[in-house]
């Protein structure tokens, strides 16, 4: 259930075992600091990844604690299901059934999840099942008396190269510490994939200096607002933030051909 002394449960929803700590460290880094429960969910395990495969029978059971280590780092708890990475949308039904139970057990008032438009196709899965689940649980689950206890579902980028059509409503400011604890988060990864983590770090590190530049800072993060409804009364995700939070003018209508005439 919701935590109490007004901190809440924060939920982030990234496909794949190292996904979060890899695409955007610095939001869960901020809601950890400032007491509130961070978890991280991973449904897609990954095993049947190559570079996972090759690093023997216990490479498996290597990766997990690796990627718990790292969530560690962040402040936050890690749940990494065991769906495979190119069979998602087999499982589709059993990721959408065990999704909605986690989500009313959790009861988290703000979730993090894909950006549906990704060259990749388990963040697109993932994305999509997470906001069906995020609209429909109680629909799905026995005990359907739970009520749902999301107010805010917000988007996040992957890769520079992989999401696409993303113009974020706000970014939220980074530190240089908190770039250091996004670094010494993937480092834990050395172990089981130590030619892709200085990928991963580059690709922290890029985009944080790509929005940050655009926002007039050295670093941050960019996100996009996506539901369930329009908070009339405020964001509960800038009450906790601040003035980290910054609000950019990537309107999507000004991008589209019919406006450019």
Same mark, same amino acid.
């Not at 880094?29 to 090759?54: E, Q, S, Y």
């Not at 690709?203 to 929005?211: D, E, F, Q, T």
């Given at each position: 259930?919701?935590?109490?002394?007004?901190?809440?449960?924060i939920?982030?929803?990234?496909? %794949?075992?190292?996904?979060?700590?890899?695409?955007?460290?610095?939001?869960?880094? =901020?809601?950890?600091? @400032?007491?509130?429960?961070?978890?991280?969910?991973?449904?897609?395990?990954?095993?049947?990844?190559? %570079?996972?495969?090759?690093?023997?029978?216990?490479? =498996?059971? @290597?990766?997990?604690?690796?990627?718990?280590?790292?969530?560690?780092?962040?402040?936050?708890?890690?749940i990494?299901?065991?769906?495979?990475v190119?069979?998602?949308?087999?499982?589709?039904?059993?990721?959408?059934?065990?999704?909605?139970?986690?989500?009313?057990?959790?009861?988290?008032?703000?979730?993090?999840?894909?950006?549906?438009?990704? #060259?990749?196709?388990?963040?697109?899965?993932?994305?999509?099942?997470?906001?069906?689940?995020?609209?429909?649980?109680?629909?799905?689950?026995?005990?359907?008396? @739970? =009520?749902?206890?999301? =107010?805010?579902?917000?988007?996040? +980028?992957?890769?520079?190269? +992989?999401?696409?059509?993303?113009?974020?409503d706000?970014?939220?400011?980074?530190?240089?510490?908190?770039?250091?604890?996004?670094?010494?988060?993937?480092?834990?990864?050395?172990? #089981?994939?130590? +030619?892709?983590?200085?990928?991963?770090?580059n690709?922290?590190?890029?985009?944080?200096? /790509?929005?940050g530049?655009?926002?007039?800072?050295?670093?941050?993060?960019?996100?996009?607002?996506?539901?369930?409804?329009?908070?009339?009364?405020?964001?509960?995700?800038?009450?906790?933030?601040?003035?980290?939070?910054?609000?950019?003018? /990537?309107?999507?209508?000004?991008?589209?051909?019919?406006?450019?005439?």
């Open positions: 259930m919701l935590s109490t002394d007004n901190k809440e449960n939920l982030f929803i990234g496909a %794949h075992h190292e996904e979060i700590e890899v695409e955007c460290p610095l939001m869960p880094i =901020k809601l950890a600091k @400032r007491g509130h429960r961070v978890v991280i969910l991973n449904p897609v395990g990954g095993w049947n990844w190559t %570079h996972i495969r090759d690093l023997g029978p216990n490479g =498996k059971e @290597r990766t997990i604690k690796e990627a718990e280590a790292a969530a560690g780092k962040l402040g936050c708890e890690k990494i299901w065991d769906y495979p190119a069979k998602v949308w087999e499982y589709r039904t059993e990721i959408a059934q065990r999704l909605s139970e986690f989500i009313l057990e959790l009861a988290p008032s703000i979730v993090f999840i894909h950006w549906p438009y990704d #060259t990749h196709a388990d963040h697109r899965e993932i994305a999509k099942i997470s906001l069906h689940i995020l609209r429909t649980a109680n629909n799905l689950v026995e005990n359907f008396s @739970r =009520k749902m206890a999301v =107010k805010e579902i917000y988007a996040f +980028q992957t890769g520079i190269n +992989q999401t696409y059509d993303f113009w974020p706000f970014v939220v400011s980074g530190s240089r510490d908190e770039i250091e604890i996004a670094d010494r988060a993937l480092q834990c990864f050395n172990g #089981t994939s130590s +030619q892709m983590m200085p990928m991963w770090l690709n922290v590190k890029v985009k944080a200096n /790509y929005w530049h655009l926002a007039g800072m050295e670093f941050a993060e960019a996100y996009k607002f996506i539901g369930p409804s329009l908070p009339l009364n405020g964001f509960k995700l800038a009450v906790m933030l601040g003035n980290e939070i910054i609000p950019t003018a /990537y309107e999507r209508w000004q991008m589209e051909n019919a406006y450019l005439i």
